[in-house]
Antibody, heavy 117, light 112 residues
Framework: QVHLLQPGAAVEKPGASLTLSCQTS????????IHWVRQAPGQGLEWMAW????????KFAQNFQDWVAVTMDTSSGTAYLEFKKLKSDDTSVYFC??????????WGQGTLVTVSS | DIVMTQSPESLAVSLGERATINCKSS????????????LAWYQQKSGQPPKLLIY???TRESGVPDRFSGSGSGTDFTLTISSLQAEDVAVYYC?????????FGQGTKLEI
């Protein structure tokens, strides 16, 4: 059975860096994309980025290009979303999702990130 | 970038009645080489991650009840729930996967 496991929550101060994980299981990690999607409190879904493990290619939404990075560890089947410098309005739920190309067919439960001093 | 616009923002439908949600894209999602529309619909219930319902504009994901159907082509698409059940209360999103960068509609909140 396919799983995408994300930590439930993270709390950080403004200006800090943060790395979120997405641990996959139940399928061949390199055959599918991993996407990251943000959902601010009470708001809709906002696509952030994808990484394709087979080639390590990445693509970002313009809003996120300069302040997040996406990486992966093929040996453990884990993808990561790295924030370089958190702001208070980064407080959101961050989902990882498996991508059949750019079609997101299975989602993790999401990590609630709270940025507060 | 492709902009997705949904309507209405919210919708109240009685149990057993039909619900219709519309989605419009800023450019065609029909890929001529395979005649497929790169449009998906997701359902997000409160406190849960989104769930894929429909892809290629009209193909139901495995396990999705047949009261859910998708239609449309090019730039205009529709999600229809033929007979609303209580468990269908959720926010519904359309998503284009035509371009290298995905994008979602703003969501439609469906209530009873």
């Amino acid at each position: 059975q396919v799983h995408l496991l994300q930590p439930g929550a993270a709390v950080e101060k403004p200006g800090a860096s943060l790395t979120l994980s997405c641990q996959t299981s139940g399928y061949n990690f390199t055959d599918f994309y991993i996407h990251w999607v943000r959902q601010a409190p009470g708001q809709g879904l906002e696509w952030m980025a994808w990484i394709y493990p087979k080639t390590t290619e990445t693509k970002f939404a313009q809003n996120f290009q300069d302040w997040v990075a996406v990486t992966m560890d093929t040996s453990s089947g884990t993808a990561y979303l790295e924030f370089k410098k958190l702001k208070s309005d980064d407080t959101s739920v961050y989902f990882c999702a498996r991508g059949w190309g750019r079609l997101l067919d299975l989602w993790g439960q999401g990590t609630l990130v709270t940025v507060s001093s | 970038d492709i902009v997705m616009t949904q309507s209405p923002e919210s919708l109240a439908v009685s149990l057993g009645e039909r619900a219709t949600i519309n989605c419009k894209s800023s450019q065609s999602l029909l890929y001529s080489s395979n005649n497929r529309n790169y449009l998906a619909w997701y359902q997000q219930k409160s406190g849960q991650p989104p769930k894929l319902l429909i892809y290629w504009a009209s193909t139901r994901e495995s396990g999705v009840p047949d009261r859910f159907s998708g239609s449309g082509s090019g730039t205009d698409f529709t999600l229809t729930i033929s007979s609303l059940q209580a468990e269908d209360v959720a926010v519904y999103y359309c998503q284009q996967y035509y371009g290298n960068r995905c994008s979602f509609g703003q969501g439609t909140k469906l209530e009873i």
